[in-house]
T-cell receptor
Framework: DAGVIQSPRHEVTEMGQEVTLRCKPI?????LFWYRQTMMRGLELLIY????????DSGMPEDRFSAKMPNASFSTLKIQPSEPRDSAVYFC??????????????FGEGSRLTVL | DQQVKQNSPSLSVQEGRISILNCDYT??????FLWYKKYPAEGPTFLIS?????DKNEDGRFTVFLNKSAKHLSLHIVPSQPGDSAVYFC?????????????FGKGTLLTVNP
């Protein structure tokens, strides 16, 4: 079975440019999460969706960040304009949620972003 | 405000010995705790979990202990193997139904020396 698929795996861009990260969750999963990993802050939850609806975006750093989930099999995280401090590894994760679910997430391999 | 804390950034142990990774949390509303393992250039993968109604869960070489009064959990790996070398993340979950989410610690790099 295919796991969570993220693209691109690596992105190097210049400050001010728009960055779009993509995620395809595991088929049948109904929740999708975007996390960011940095040395200073570890794994931070940015936003998560349940049944394609954003539930909690309190972790989104600022208005430069936006995320969409137009359907059950695709999500994007966009940064516009990008800044050097956005450099990090961005992970997408998905799970199947229902009442009493244990909260186990399945992660993609991540998108490493470098903003020069 | 770090609700899940892993105070040891790294740990080094000899092959065959026990590895003990520690995690503290501040929010008493957390009702589920998980450990994830991460190799370089890969995403984290689920390792083991424990519900807040239990104090121990064992799966092969891995055991997680939960001390709710101290808001502390630990992961024991016995015996440790070089393939266990990875970053280990502690995670805690709260909320019900569609509002469930996980909060992660910063991770501990475990190195198991042959």
């Amino acid at each position: 079975d295919a796991g969570v698929i993220q693209s691109p795996r690596h992105e190097v861009t210049e400050m001010g440019q728009e960055v779009t990260l993509r995620c395809k969750p595991i088929s049948g999963h109904n929740s999708l999460f975007w996390y960011r990993q940095t040395m200073m802050r570890g794994l931070e939850l940015l936003i998560y969706f349940n049944n394609n609806v954003p539930i909690d975006d309190s972790g989104m750093p600022e208005d430069r960040f936006s995320a969409k989930m137009p359907n059950a099999s695709f999500s994007t995280l966009k940064i516009q304009p990008s800044e050097p401090r956005d450099s990090a590894v961005y992970f997408c994760a998905s799970s199947f949620r229902r009442g009493g679910n244990t909260g186990e997430l399945f992660f993609g391999e991540g998108s490493r972003l470098t903003v020069l | 405000d770090q609700q899940v804390k892993q105070n040891s950034p790294s740990l080094s142990v000899q092959e065959g010995r026990i590895s003990i990774l520690n995690c503290d949390y501040t929010n008493s509303m957390f009702d589920y705790f998980l450990w994830y393992k991460k190799y370089p250039a890969e995403g984290p993968t689920f390792l083991i979990s424990i519900s807040s109604i239990k104090d121990k869960n064992e799966d092969g070489r891995f055991t997680v202990f939960l001390n709710k009064s101290a808001k502390h959990l630990s992961l024991h790996i016995v015996p440790s193997q070089p393939g266990d070398s990875a970053v280990y993340f502690c995670a805690a979950g709260k909320g019900g139904g569609s509002n469930y989410k996980l909060t992660f610690g910063k991770g501990t790099l475990l190195t198991v020396n042959p």
